[in-house]
């Protein structure tokens, strides 16, 4: 199995940056895609910006731009800075991993979340 622990999360005014941690342990596939996604209440959950093993990325229109997802494959460890906040990023951040090769693959892991919370 695969464990993800989130940090980094917490309250800042409008245009404020956060950066976000998740690391993961367990049963870690050397291809694989590390990603953060996000859920407001009332909303579903959506894609913020993913990055694979080989450092390709992926993101939301709203995150490009002012938001940076990167990884530290020794470490296992995937990390998002976010700049410029606004309060529409309001939300809990969710790290997610998925295994991109083997038994596994295509299996999603999520971490528990950690919150977000932007004021103007």
């Known amino acids: 199995q695969v464990q993800l622990v989130e940090s980094g999360g917490g309250s800042v005014q409008a245009g404020g940056s956060l950066r976000l941690s998740c690391r993961a342990s367990?049963?870690?596939?050397?291809?694989?895609?590390m990603g953060w996604y996000r859920q407001a209440p009332g909303k579903q959950r959506g894609l913020v910006a993913s990055?694979?093993?080989?450092?390709?990325?992926n993101y939301a229109d709203s995150a490009n731009g002012r938001f940076t997802i990167s990884r530290d494959n020794a470490k296992n460890t995937v990390y998002l800075q976010m700049n410029s906040l606004k309060p529409e990023d309001t939300a809990a951040y969710f790290c997610?991993?998925?295994?991109?090769?083997?038994?596994?693959?295509?299996?999603?892991?999520w971490g528990r979340g950690t919150q977000v919370t932007v004021s103007s």
């Open positions: 997610q991993y998925r295994p991109d090769s083997g038994a596994y693959s295509g299996i999603n892991y």
């Open positions: 367990g049963i870690i596939f050397s291809i694989n895609t």
């Open positions: 990055i694979t093993s080989g450092g390709n990325t």
